[in-house]
Nanobody
Framework: QVQLVESGGGLVQAGGSLRLSCAAS????????MGWSRQAPGKKREFVGS????????DYAGSVKGRFTVSRDNAKNTVYLQMNDLKPEDTAVYYC???????????WGQGTQVTVSS
């Protein structure tokens, strides 16, 4: 059974930093994209960034490029989202996901709240 467990959310002032973690278990993820998405109140869930487990290549939404970094630790089976220079508009529930490269399987975590005060 695949499990993705996020942690690290919280309240931070604008300009501050947070690091989210996503502990992945239940299968090997070598052929998966590990991603982060977020959903603010009243808005649709949106892509934030992802890392391909096999080679570490990354992709980011334009709104976070240069501020957020996605990385993975193979030994710990954990994916991270380092968020710097946070803005109030970054406030949302952040979700970890695992999507197979072939697109056949998608798994989601339960989400963690990030609140950025102005």
């Amino acid at each position: 059974q695949v499990q993705l467990v996020e942690s690290g959310g919280g309240l931070v002032q604008a300009g501050g930093s947070l690091r989210l973690s996503c502990a992945a278990s239940g299968r090997t993820f070598s052929d998966y994209f590990m991603g982060w998405s977020r959903q603010a109140p009243g808005k649709k869930r949106e892509f934030v960034g992802s890392v391909r487990w096999s080679d570490g290549s990354t992709d980011y939404a334009g709104s976070v490029k240069g501020r957020f970094t996605v990385s993975r630790d193979n030994a710990k089976n954990t994916v991270y989202l380092q968020m710097n220079d946070l803005k109030p508009e970054d406030t949302a529930v952040y979700y970890c996901s695992a999507r197979s490269v072939a697109g056949l399987y998608v798994y989601w975590g339960q989400g963690t709240q990030v609140t950025v005060s102005s």
